[in-house]
């Protein structure tokens, strides 16, 4: 279909062009014999004769670019519709030359018409919008991890260094649409690539972004001097300038001008809104970041003091504290927050590793990661740690089977396991995985009962506390605050496992959590002889 209607739009433009040429060829032989033109009933002067064939020249070449318009509005897809305005333009300048020059390109436009690509399909090779590869992959990760500051970039960096050429211009040309600051290393990286082709894309990148910016602050600017802003609109300002102050993109003078231009407006809008989290934190970071180390100091402190204690302020507070070297400063806020960086996020962990080493918790034995054992000091932890055994399992190792006895508490060092339950009918179920941090076998040191599941090693390796009931029991016999933890923490599972099972949805009830944990406590009491 598509075929025979460029066929007919040629074979149609071709007739047009030679009906032309055919009438170019008469005015051009009259004008040259000089002949008289005779017309209604009147013989006109050779000088008559070349004016009126030159005024009806200029009305077919009119009637052309009146065809040519009509066919743009309302003939469907291009159909040579460029041809048909070049050539009245070229028939108006050259005459008979013109139309032949129009005729050798169209000849020209058909033959390199069968090799070459679309102008779309060219376009979309250079920025490729759906290819599927492991760069778009990776960026598709990205755009939905929410927290940019926390993202790993070591994969894009891979992909630059031993990527193929696709996949590399694939993930530039995408940091390119979604662009965020934490993508600016990369595009550095890229401008050296030793490809040509990625080398030049990267440093087009840079300019489109570059135009962007420039684009977006004129229009802000523009915005601020022209009314009143509001809240949102302050925070939209504050939040441009600080996204280009520090990527290394821009020239040193106009980052420096962005973090003086972020800092200012930050300022504003905490006038209006002093109580605004994200802002106070950005505002924090950006002091940081800049160079304002005392300032920041004191407006973290007072942050602090009015009852911000978010893990990120903590963070920015403890970088801050650690640059001036007021290390005292440092260990006490450490130890004081150490309980709010909570959750098992890879980003997490490293945190809380360091929080744990400047509040004086951390002692290299793991334990630290394990959130039961908070509420244990660190000589206790130490004790523990001292009469434990490591052990390294394999892939697909079955560390503990169901129904099995047992008295040992294992704790995950590093790997994942699996959590297999073997139903009433035979079937194994998998409710779950553990990793770093997490822990199992409580159930059956403290209650006595047999081993609830089988646990299979997920990863290529698995290190494993094994911690004797030697060690742990005078513990929990010690510390009410320690047991109550493990039999909440035991309830919570054993509804969990339950609910899948059984096959229906996780039912959230309090009340049944806290009649599950009394049970439970009451059988850790029993089996410890305890009241």
Not at 328 to 352: I, P, Y
Not at 408 to 437: F, K
Request: contains cysteine.
């Amino acid at each position: 279909m598509g075929t025979a209607r460029d066929l007919s739009c040629t074979l149609g433009f071709l007739a047009l062009c030679l009906s032309l040429l055919t009438v170019e060829l008469f005015f051009q032989w009259g004008i040259s014999r000089e002949l008289p033109f005779v017309a209604w009933g009147r013989s006109f002067s050779p000088m008559e004769s070349s004016l009126l064939l030159a005024a009806t020249h200029a009305l077919l070449v009119a009637l052309l670019l009146g065809v040519a318009w009509y066919r743009q509005k309302r003939t469907p897809g291009p159909c040579l519709n460029g041809f048909y305005f070049l050539l009245p333009l070229a028939a108006a300048t050259m005459s008979i030359i013109g139309v032949l020059g129009v005729l050798l390109a169209l000849g020209l436009y058909l033959e390199f018409a069968k090799s070459a690509p679309p102008f779309d399909q060219w376009y979309a090779s250079l920025f490729p919008e759906h290819q599927s590869s492991a760069a778009m992959e990776l960026m598709e990760r990205l755009d939905v991890q929410g927290d940019t500051a926390r993202t790993v970039l070591t994969p894009f960096m891979d992909i630059l260094a031993y990527g193929s050429q696709s996949q590399q211009q694939t993930m530039i040309a995408k940091m390119s649409r979604h662009f965020q600051p934490t993508f600016a290393p990369v595009l550095r990286e890229a401008v050296n690539h030793p490809d040509n082709s990625v080398r030049v894309q990267a440093a087009s990148a840079i300019s489109h972004l570059e135009s962007r910016f420039m684009r977006t602050t004129m229009e802000l600017e523009h915005l601020a001097t022209a009314k009143h802003l509001q809240w949102n609109e302050m925070q939209r300002l504050g939040r441009h300038y600080d996204d280009f102050a520090f990527t290394g993109l821009l020239d040193p003078l106009r980052e420096a001008e962005n973090r003086r231009q972020a800092i200012a407006w930050y300022r504003r809008c905490l006038e209006e809104r002093p109580n605004d989290f994200q802002t106070a934190t950005a505002l924090g970071r950006t002091l940081v970041r800049s160079g304002a180390l005392a300032e920041a100091a004191e407006f973290f402190s007072n942050l602090i003091a009015q009852g911000n204690n978010d893990h990120s302020i903590i963070t920015w507070t403890m970088e801050t504290l650690y640059k001036l070297k007021r290390h005292d400063e440092l260990n006490r806020l450490a130890e004081k927050h150490r309980h709010t960086f909570v959750g098992d996020e890879s980003w997490m962990l490293s945190l809380r590793d360091a929080v744990d080493l400047w509040s004086g918790w951390y002692n290299g034995d793991g334990l630290h990661r394990v959130h039961l054992f908070s509420f244990l000091t660190l000589e206790q932890r130490t004790s523990l740690a001292q009469s434990a055994s490591i052990i390294e399992f394999r892939r697909g190792t079955t560390i503990v089977r169901q129904g099995d006895g047992g008295d040992i508490l294992y704790v995950i060092l590093s790997g994942v396991v699996a959590i297999l339950l073997t139903n009433p009918d035979g079937r194994n179920v998998e409710v779950g995985h553990l990793g770093e941090g997490h822990y199992f076998g409580e159930m059956s040191l403290l209650t006595g009962a047999p081993r609830q599941a089988d646990v299979v090693v997920l990863t290529e390796t698995s290190r494993v506390m094994e911690i004797p009931p030697t060690a742990i029991l005078p513990l929990i016999r010690e510390r009410s605050d320690f047991l109550n933890a493990i039999a909440r923490e035991i309830a919570s599972r054993q509804i969990q496992r339950e609910a899948l099972v059984n096959g229906r949805l996780l039912d959230d009830d309090p009340q049944r959590l806290t009649e599950r944990f009394r049970e439970i406590r009451g059988q850790i009491q029993q089996f410890l002889g305890l009241t």
